[in-house]
């Protein structure tokens, strides 16, 4: 694990690979780096991994009441910045790791030359969802993240991964539980006012895979490959035997698409 400290944030990341593609991968909520495992170990031969924990998760930390996507993606090009990454990159983000990553694209977009979507969406919250983000927000800070395993994790993966790997299911569990209070509620409150993307798929022209879950009831594979039909350049792998976290409950069919995106014609 290496660290970057700018102004009162410390990121935190994991570099594995010397050569090939880079590949920025940026976790969902409220997680880190540590959801890649699979994808770190079977591409670092072939790539230069960049596995960043978001400002406030996993070791990196930061004291802000909210982050906006915007300001994540800030952050992820600023690392590049510092690493002295100049290549464009290839972006692969889960769930609000692909909100981070729309405005990654938007905002950095002649780093961007691919992006991998993973279990994300493009739409905003409606209000109801809008509002039990802000009273997650609150009530997390007093109860602390036990709250959120307990409401996410039956979520977060699909039935059958809780009888087949209840090790990565209990790691899940860990590593939320691990999670700094306030950087759930700071992640909240961003994700709660992000911007509905929608409008900006048709110009998202980078080579792009799109990737769900059959199993996802968070970002449905429906809503998904629908994301993959309004770009330009996308393709859509629905993954089996997997709901939400599709890259840690079939890491085999996952990184099977990611090597044929990345490394077939
Ligand atoms: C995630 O996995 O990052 C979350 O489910 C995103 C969200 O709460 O919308």
């Not at 940026?26 to 072939?46: C, N, T, Y």
């Not at 539980?177 to 911007?195: D, H, S």
Request: hydrophobic fraction near 45%.
């Amino acid at each position: 694990m290496a660290f970057t400290v700018e102004r009162g944030r410390k990121l935190a990341f994991v570099r594995a690979g010397e050569k090939g593609p880079v590949l920025l991968m940026v976790h969902g909520f409220p997680l880190d780096h540590s959801m890649w495992e699979f994808q770190i170990k079977a591409f670092a031969d072939r790539c230069r991994v960049i596995a960043v924990d978001l400002r406030g998760f996993g070791q990196s930390v930061s004291r802000d009441e909210m982050v906006s996507m915007e300001q994540y993606a800030d952050d992820c090009a600023q690392l590049l910045d510092e690493l002295k990454i100049d290549d464009k990159v290839c972006y692969i983000g889960l769930s609000m790791g692909g909100y981070v990553g729309w405005q990654f694209w938007k905002r950095h977009r002649a780093r961007v030359g691919r992006l991998i979507m993973c279990d994300t969406r493009a739409k905003s919250d409606n209000e109801e969802v809008a509002r039990g983000r802000q009273r997650m927000a609150y009530e997390v800070l007093s109860q602390g993240a036990g709250m959120v395993a307990d409401s996410m994790l039956p979520r977060l993966v699909s039935p059958d991964t809780f009888q087949r790997y209840p090790d990565r299911v209990e790691a899940l569990k860990q590593t939320i539980l691990r999670t700094n209070p306030e950087a759930i509620a700071a992640a909240q409150r961003g994700m709660a006012v992000r911007l509905d993307v929608t409008s900006w798929l048709p110009q998202i022209d980078v080579p792009t895979l799109v990737v769900c879950g059959v199993d996802d009831e968070i970002s449905r594979p429906e809503e998904m490959e629908a994301i993959a039909a309004a770009m330009p350049n996308a393709r859509f792998a629905c993954i089996p035997d997997a709901g939400h976290m599709a890259p840690l409950e079939n890491p085999e069919a996952v990184n099977r698409s990611i090597d044929a995106f990345l490394f077939s014609a």
